[in-house]
């Protein structure tokens, strides 16, 4: 039998609804002159073994209860029904600069902020260096944080809860923080985490760092368990779950449009295979953008392109109905046309895309430059190498191309290309 | 071939913790409370480094306060009301004595009543001893009470009277006054949680407090009923006591020390009770 880290029965939050009823209403509800107030279970029979050492994700929609169940499990409140049995110490990775006093300096929040994390004096000695390094504030850990920039702030903060040492290690949508760079420092710091062999509970809405980070998940709905499992198959259940409703679909008011006469935008949508539109989609899979417009007035000059950009704004590419050879291309037709665009399987890399809807009549000028009217996340999992590295791979396409042996040129060659 | 070995498992030192609903009475967890001391030391540190900040006078303020408003109060209740000290103490002196220890108090029991709610940004975000969010708060004042309390020897020089033996009793009368101030506090930090009009209403009742406490009289000048009555105060032991200490005020009767000195302290225990019953849910109230 593994050890457990985590070993939960029946856990069960009960809330008050209306917690912001007055406190004269309140006080009227304690001397009973209202009936009992309405209540919800957000946690509601919840039972899963984390073993230990297990890198454990916690995924579902917003109020499914991962926040509450977080906090039930690291102490912050107590649950109403059911147990749980944690095996060590229990460390909360805190929402950046929890804790932290404006007035104190640099040096002194990292000392407060540890012993708020069940950390010793004499703890923190050991790590001082390698947290102030982490941070990259050095220059300026004597002096007040509230002269920090907020970078440096979240900086600092990270880099004091990424040294902690509990047994088991919670950490609830921190990384959304920071700029790239950074980001990919906690990544790798969390990946080093696991690789210890430290239990990580990790809550997420970012399925590509769940997917890298963990090994096996649960699957919250409505504060009950879906599902647990492998971290695959609960991302899978989890992502199929989703109402197609969501997202991955815009729509214009008739006043609103963008465009004119020749060219106005009506809808745009992401789908997958099943025609359903989605915010989140693995790369294995084709994607398909569909556009919605009307032509009232029909012009040979119009082009319908997009643009598909990075979370940055950096363009991966443009395409074109017009790309297409003549014969086999989309006719336009007076009324409403909807024209559709295959993103193949295997092209995108993990992350967040932006869709920019590009109309113009060619040469003359744009009808319509909309930037990113759409966004959607991708979860790469194509190639069978390709994101098992842990790293994520630079770049706004991941394709995964040929590489073949060849003859090495003939020596004589080589010499005169050097030259 | 392979050979096999076992491996004995060594017992780790790591505790299981079971997480589950808490029931009847609840003792404080002292072994915890211990683990995390360094936590009391780190959050004095920033409760009195905040609460200096970029104050060019800082600590001048903290001497001016009592002093201008026993000033004032000796002008009005010694001078035009004929207020005494009942002994040959001047009435000034019996006066700054009583309100140092008073302005002590109602640091440390608002600080403490609203304990939670200043803290509570902490608490929905990580565990730690709740009890030690008030017990910092009615540790810090002590740094403004030892501040202002040097000035007591300005005016020790002005009436030419001088502390006594007495003085080594003092942080006897200090930790009574800090054992009052968070025991009603820590009683009325939950209740503010859920219903905030009473930190509209502390001001007042604090006020109103002074008057029934012996701060600007002493409890000879009661009459009958109410020089016992008053023992129930457990700020009557505090006040007099300190007084005796500091100022070489005149005995107090022992039996109205007594009293008041234990309705203080069946305040705090009561009050560590109900804390720790209000503390295990009290952050889904914030």
Same mark, same amino acid.
């Given at each position: 039998? $593994?050890?457990?880290?985590?070993?939960?029965?029946?856990?069960?939050?009960?809330?008050?609804?209306?917690?912001?009823?007055?406190?004269?209403?309140?006080?009227?509800?304690?001397?009973?002159?209202?009936?009992?107030?309405?209540?919800?279970?957000?946690?509601?029979?919840?039972?899963?073994?984390?073993?230990?050492?297990?890198?454990?994700?916690?995924?579902?929609?917003?109020?499914?209860?991962?926040?509450?169940?977080?906090?039930?499990?690291?102490?912050?409140?107590?649950?109403?029904?059911?147990?749980?049995?944690?095996?060590?110490?229990?460390?909360?990775?805190?929402?950046?600069?929890?804790?932290?006093?404006?007035?104190? $300096?640099?040096?002194?929040?990292?000392?407060?902020?540890?012993?708020?994390?069940?950390? $010793? $004096?004499?703890?923190?000695?050991?790590?001082?260096?390698?947290?102030?390094? %982490?941070?990259?504030?050095?220059?300026?850990?004597?002096?007040?944080?509230?002269?920090?920039?907020?970078?440096?702030?979240?900086?600092?903060?990270?880099?004091?809860?990424?040294?902690?040492?509990?047994?088991?290690?919670?950490?609830?949508?921190?990384?959304?923080?920071?700029?790239?760079?950074?980001?990919?420092?906690?990544?790798?710091?969390?990946?080093?985490?696991?690789?210890?062999?430290?239990?990580?509970? %990790?809550?997420?809405?970012?399925?590509?760092?769940?997917?890298?980070?963990?090994?096996?998940?649960?699957?919250?709905?409505?504060?009950?368990?879906?599902?647990?499992?492998?971290?695959?198959?609960?991302?899978?259940?989890?992502?199929?779950?989703?109402?197609?409703?969501?997202?991955?679909?815009?729509?214009?008011?008739?006043?609103?449009?963008?465009?004119?006469?020749?060219?106005?935008?009506?809808?745009?949508?992401?789908?997958?295979?099943?025609?359903?539109?989605?915010?989140?989609?693995?790369?294995?899979?084709?994607?398909?953008?569909?556009?919605?417009?009307?032509?009232?007035?029909?012009?040979?000059?119009?082009?319908?392109?997009?643009?598909?950009?990075?979370?940055?704004?950096?363009?991966? %590419?443009?395409?074109?109905?017009?790309?297409?050879?003549?014969?086999?291309?989309?006719?336009?037709?007076?009324?409403?046309?909807?024209?559709?665009?295959?993103?193949?399987?295997?092209?995108?890399?993990?992350?967040?895309?932006?869709?920019?809807?590009?109309?113009?009549?060619?040469?003359?000028?744009?009808?319509?430059?909309?930037?990113?009217?759409?966004?959607?996340?991708?979860?790469?999992?194509?190639?069978?190498?390709? %994101?098992?590295?842990?790293?994520?791979?630079?770049?706004?396409?991941?394709?995964?191309?040929?590489?073949?042996?060849?003859?090495?040129?003939?020596?004589?060659?080589?010499?005169?290309?050097?030259? | /071939?392979?050979?096999?070995?076992?491996?004995?498992?060594?017992?780790?030192?790591?505790?299981?913790?079971?997480?589950?609903?808490?029931?009847?009475?609840?003792?404080?967890?002292?072994?915890?409370?211990?683990?995390?001391?360094?936590?009391?030391?780190?959050?004095?540190?920033?409760?009195?480094?905040?609460?200096?900040?970029?104050?060019?006078?800082?600590?001048? +303020?903290?001497?001016?306060?009592?002093?201008?408003?026993?000033?004032?109060?000796?002008?009005?209740?010694?001078?035009? *009301?004929?207020?005494?000290?009942?002994?040959?103490?001047?009435?000034?002196?019996?006066?700054? *004595?009583? /309100?140092?220890?008073?302005?002590?108090?109602?640091?440390?029991?608002?600080?403490? &009543?609203?304990?939670?709610?200043?803290?509570?940004?902490?608490?929905?975000?990580?565990?730690?001893?709740?009890?030690?969010?008030?017990?910092?708060?009615?540790?810090?004042?002590?740094?403004?009470?030892?501040?202002?309390?040097?000035?007591?020897?300005?005016?020790?020089?002005?009436?030419?009277? +001088?502390?006594?033996?007495?003085?080594?009793?003092?942080?006897?009368?200090?930790?009574?006054?800090?054992?009052?101030? /968070?025991?009603?506090?820590?009683?009325? *930090?939950?209740?503010?949680?859920?219903?905030?009009?009473?930190?509209?209403?502390?001001?007042?009742?604090?006020?109103?407090?002074?008057?029934?406490?012996?701060?600007?009289?002493?409890?000879?000048?009661?009459?009958?009923?109410?020089?016992?009555?008053? &023992?129930?105060?457990? /700020?009557?032991?505090?006040?007099?006591?300190?007084?005796?200490?500091?100022? &070489?005020?005149?005995?107090?009767?022992?039996?109205?020390?007594?009293?008041?000195? *234990?309705?203080?302290?069946?305040?705090?225990?009561?009050?560590?009770?109900?804390?720790?019953?209000?503390?295990?849910?009290?952050?889904?109230?914030?």
């Amino acid at each position: 039998m $593994t050890e457990f880290a985590i070993s939960a029965h029946g856990l069960g939050k009960r809330y008050r609804i209306g917690q912001v009823e007055s406190g004269f209403v309140r006080l009227r509800r304690r001397v009973g002159r209202l009936g009992p107030q309405e209540s919800l279970w957000a946690l509601d029979d919840v039972t899963f073994d984390v073993a230990e050492g297990d890198a454990f994700a916690v995924i579902g929609r917003n109020g499914a209860g991962k926040s509450t169940l977080l906090k039930v499990l690291s102490r912050i409140t107590e649950p109403t029904a059911g147990f749980a049995d944690v095996r060590g110490r229990i460390g909360a990775l805190l929402e950046v600069g929890t804790g932290f006093h404006p007035e104190l $300096t640099g040096r002194e929040n990292v000392y407060l902020n540890a012993s708020l994390l069940g950390m $010793t $004096t004499h703890e923190v000695d050991r790590r001082f260096e390698r947290i102030v390094a %982490f941070s990259g504030v050095e220059r300026h850990i004597n002096t007040p944080v509230k002269w920090y920039s907020s970078g440096m702030y979240i900086r600092l903060a990270f880099a004091v809860a990424a040294h902690l040492d509990p047994e088991i290690l919670v950490i609830d949508e921190v990384l959304a923080v920071g700029d790239l760079e950074f980001q990919k420092r906690c990544l790798d710091r969390m990946s080093e985490v696991v690789r210890e062999g430290r239990t990580v509970i %990790f809550v997420s809405h970012n399925m590509n760092v769940v997917r890298r980070l963990c090994r096996n998940g649960m699957l919250l709905d409505g504060g009950r368990v879906l599902t647990t499992g492998a971290v695959n198959d609960v991302i899978g259940t989890y992502l199929s779950s989703i109402e197609p409703d969501e997202g991955g679909r815009r729509q214009w008011a008739p006043h609103e449009r963008p465009g004119d006469e020749t060219f106005s935008l009506a809808e745009i949508r992401v789908t997958d295979e099943d025609d359903e539109p989605r915010t989140t989609f693995f790369t294995s899979k084709p994607i398909y953008v569909t556009l919605e417009f009307d032509v009232e007035e029909l012009n040979p000059a119009l082009n319908v392109a997009i643009e598909l950009a990075g979370g940055d704004g950096t363009v991966g %590419f443009f395409t074109s109905f017009r790309d297409m050879p003549e014969g086999s291309a989309p006719e336009l037709l007076r009324g409403r046309n909807a024209f559709r665009c295959q993103i193949p399987p295997g092209l995108l890399n993990a992350g967040r895309y932006a869709i920019n809807v590009r109309a113009g009549l060619h040469g003359v000028r744009w009808v319509a430059f909309e930037d990113a009217v759409l966004h959607f996340d991708t979860i790469a999992d194509h190639g069978e190498s390709l %994101f098992l590295t842990g790293a994520m791979r630079p770049g706004l396409v991941a394709p995964a191309l040929q590489w073949h042996a060849v003859e090495p040129a003939p020596a004589g060659e080589r010499a005169l290309s050097a030259s | /071939m392979a050979i096999v070995g076992t491996v004995e498992r060594v017992d780790s030192p790591i505790s299981t913790r079971r997480i589950q609903p808490s029931t009847g009475f609840l003792a404080i967890d002292l072994q915890e409370l211990w683990r995390y001391r360094e936590l009391l030391y780190r959050m004095l540190w920033r409760d009195i480094k905040g609460r200096y900040k970029q104050t060019f006078l800082g600590p001048i +303020w903290v001497i001016l306060k009592p002093l201008v408003s026993m000033i004032l109060m000796a002008a009005v209740f010694g001078g035009l *009301a004929g207020f005494k000290s009942g002994t040959n103490t001047p009435y000034p002196l019996f006066l700054f *004595a009583g /309100m140092l220890i008073w302005n002590y108090f109602s640091s440390a029991f608002g600080g403490a &009543a609203g304990s939670i709610l200043s803290n509570s940004g902490l608490m929905t975000k990580v565990y730690f001893p709740r009890l030690y969010a008030p017990l910092a708060t009615v540790v810090s004042p002590l740094v403004d009470l030892a501040l202002a309390m040097t000035i007591t020897f300005g005016l020790f020089g002005w009436f030419g009277t +001088w502390p006594n033996w007495h003085i080594v009793f003092l942080p006897v009368f200090v930790l009574l006054a800090l054992v009052v101030g /968070m025991g009603i506090g820590i009683w009325i *930090a939950g209740a503010m949680v859920r219903f905030r009009d009473i930190g509209f209403m502390l001001p007042y009742a604090i006020q109103l407090a002074m008057y029934a406490s012996p701060v600007l009289y002493p409890v000879s000048r009661l009459p009958k009923p109410y020089s016992d009555l008053i &023992a129930l105060n457990p /700020m009557t032991s505090v006040l007099d006591g300190f007084r005796w200490a500091l100022i &070489a005020a005149p005995a107090p009767n022992v039996g109205v020390l007594a009293v008041s000195a *234990a309705v203080g302290i069946v305040i705090l225990v009561g009050g560590l009770f109900n804390f720790r019953r209000v503390e295990r849910t009290i952050v889904d109230h914030v």
